[in-house]
């Protein structure tokens, strides 16, 4: 079975805090994303990597960056946490750059910004 | 990017009865669209997948339905269990610069009662 593991279900962090979100997967895919969750909204796509040291931002980048120095990795990072970034965060990943593609879940971040 | 909605955000059935669950989407060229469950707690997971050269898919009592006229996806859940109890949602391929993206819609919770 896939395996997408978050690093930690619950963060709590002061604003202007800079906080790292870890994601690995282990079935060697390809493409890893990064999305949040909140009610009302639906998933939306912050930034998403379909190689190591490749990124490309999603729909909602700001505030965020991103790093996959190694394929099974990739780190959501927020330079300065802000209040309206408290959030479920869900990393994903999928096997190809193909279109016919379902991507796997982590277990998700829920990060609270105070 | 194109938007992918539902039309209720709750559903209460009866355990027993069926369900049905729907989703509009507006991009024409979405050709691959996905479904997936979330528990309380848990990441999404993947129920079922259709392609655009298909109208109907089913699986172990659920049956996606897809009519690219007016751009509408149903999810029918046969004898809702309790089990079935989560948030849907339903997602489209998007594409991007360098690849492919799944755009999800806003999420339908199914409530299934005694």
């Known amino acids: 079975d896939v395996k997408v593991t978050q690093s930690s279900r619950y963060l709590v962090k002061r604003t202007g805090e800079k906080v790292f979100l870890e994601c690995v997967q282990d079935?060697?895919?390809?493409?890893m994303f990064w999305y949040r969750q909140d009610p009302g909204l639906g998933l939306r796509l912050i930034y998403f990597?379909?190689?190591?040291?490749?990124?490309e931002k999603g729909d909602i980048p700001e505030g965020y960056s991103v790093s996959r120095e190694k394929k099974e990795r990739f780190s959501l990072i927020l330079e300065s946490a802000s209040t309206n970034q408290t959030s479920m965060y869900l990393c994903?990943?999928?096997?190809?750059?193909?279109?016919?593609?379902?991507?796997?879940f982590g277990q998700g971040t829920r990060l609270t910004v105070v | 990017g194109e938007s992918v909605g539902l039309h209720l955000p709750t559903l209460s059935v009866q355990e027993g009865d069926n369900s049905i669950i729907n989703c509009a989407y507006s991009?024409?060229?979405?050709?691959?669209f996905i479904w997936y469950k979330q528990e309380s707690g848990k990441g999404p997971q993947f129920i079922i997948d259709?392609?655009?050269?298909?109208d109907k898919r089913q699986g172990q009592r659920v049956t996606v339905l897809l009519n690219k006229t007016v751009k509408h996806l149903s999810l029918q859940i046969a004898a809702t269990q309790p089990g079935d109890s989560a948030v849907y949602f339903c997602?489209?391929?998007?594409?991007?610069?360098?690849?492919?993206?799944?755009?999800f819609g806003k999420g339908t919770s199914l409530l299934v009662t005694p």
């Open positions: 994903a990943s999928s096997l190809s750059q193909g279109r016919d593609t379902e991507a796997f």
């Open positions: 079935m060697d895919h390809e493409n």
């Open positions: 990597s379909y190689d190591v040291k490749m990124k």
């Open positions: 991009n024409s060229a979405s050709d691959y």
């Open positions: 259709i392609r655009s050269n298909m």
């Open positions: 997602a489209e391929i998007s594409n991007r610069n360098s690849g492919y993206a799944l755009n």
